[in-house]
């Protein structure tokens, strides 16, 4: 019997099994920066505030000046950020702010509530400026989701990939044998043993294999196929962009008759009622109605920024800034 459960065709934006809410892939190729941090390029024909058409391969999302998604609020789930290249900005309503990128994880809670930009600065004069990576909404159980919001880095040299026999794994979250990456935020339903939880990408290249071990009975896993033609996972021949659900209790081996890349979500579900609407994940629509009655009255914390959409200079040095003072930087 295969270990293929089901396939489903992917947009920008991946759908997800419990405990994981959302994902999306973003690749755009910017062109260069202007002093701004923004494209050198005609804005015209763009819808400005909602840009997501693509045009030229590159979108402004929200962002007016600059591309990305100024100060938005959340509440009761995680984001989980993975940037393989480019950089993102990050400033939120505690006071936090970071550049991270390049191979780098953001981890943030929100919690009760926080408010975040993320913004994409275009730091290279001559370009081009490409940006690519992934943005996962975990969960929070229905005990944690009042927790008070918190981020912490992965920086790139602390994520651990495992190489070998024309395959790579960088293990985002749990672990692959020895390599096992830095805790994820405590509130998290990853920091559970229980959960079993996994974020690992492949890199495979062509023509070779690998197995992928089996996980615990009960697990969700679904591998995200996003680049590459040839692949067959266990007997079921997958050409990218393709989500593929697979029993996660059995081993299942992997080849690629050209260079691939699969990114892997795997956990156990929560098995709780999910209301949701949009920067809000509850258990129930009183829920979702006080978590915008809150926003409405304290904004989270209000803004202490003189902008929406904050970039943090023109240094392309990565650094976390944390709600106590303390700086952190890549080794």
Known sequence: MSAVLETVDLGMQWPTIDPFLFCVHHLDTYPAGNEQQGPVASLAGRTLGQ?????????????????????????????????RRGLVDHA?????QARYGRGDVQWMTAGRGIVHAEMFPLLDRDGPNTLELFQIWLNLPAADKMVEPHFTMFWDPDVPRVAGDGVTVTVIAGALGDARPPSPPPASWASRAEADLA?????IDEGASWELPP?????????????????TIDDTPVAAPTGVVVDAGAAV???????????MLQGRPLGEPVAQYGPFVMNTRAEIQ?????????????WPW????????????????????RLDRPA
């Open 215 to 231: 996980a615990p009975a009960g697990v969700h896993r679904v591998l995200y196929v996003f680049d590459g033609e040839e692949v």
């Open 199 to 203: 974020i690992w990408h492949l890199v």
């Open 253 to 263: 081996p992997l080849r690629a008759g050209r260079r691939s890349e699969i990114l």
């Open 306 to 325: 003189d902008r929406d959409d904050p970039v943090h200079g023109v240094s392309d040095d990565r650094f976390a800034r944390h709600i106590d003072g």
């Open 290 to 302: 006080q978590a915008f009655d809150d926003y409405q009255r304290t904004r989270f914390g209000g």
């Open 92 to 96: 939120d309503s505690l006071g936090a």
């Open 51 to 83: 840009d997501f058409d693509g045009i030229d391969g590159w979108r402004m999302y929200h962002g007016q000046v600059v591309p990305g998604f100024p100060a938005h609020p959340h509440r009761g789930f995680e984001t989980i950020t993975y940037t």
